[in-house]
């Protein structure tokens, strides 16, 4: 019974830093896929490294799109992307408030 009280505290401690970062950030994105879905893309010769690599491009691209170039910052070891202004930097979660930010996001629209 008490792991349901931790959980329960978890999320509704999860659920107000999400609403405070959401409500201070110029915009959310995310992009989430299914596991049967990366079963057929790597069917077909992809690899994890290049699935990611083709989303953080069509984000950027995005982005691009709505406003002058930002520079993107990537938790985790570097991938070859087409994208410029790409930042990849390891446990950056830790270093850069911006990615704990988008870390909290990410938990929350897992977890719920």
Do not use: H, W
């Amino acid at each position: 019974m008490q792991g349901c009280v931790f959980s329960s505290q978890y999320f509704v401690m999860l659920q107000k830093v999400f609403e405070k970062v959401t409500k201070n950030a110029l915009g959310i994105m995310t992009f989430s896929l299914n596991a049967q879905f990366i079963d057929r893309l790597r069917k077909k010769g992809l690899n994890l490294n290049e699935i990611e690599a083709k989303i953080i491009d069509k984000m950027i691209e995005t982005i691009n799109d709505l406003q002058e170039k930002p520079k993107t910052i990537i938790d985790g070891n570097p991938i070859l992307v087409k994208s410029k202004n790409v930042v990849f930097l390891p446990k950056a979660d830790d270093l850069e408030p911006v990615v704990s930010g988008a870390s909290i996001v990410a938990k929350f629209l897992r977890d719920t």
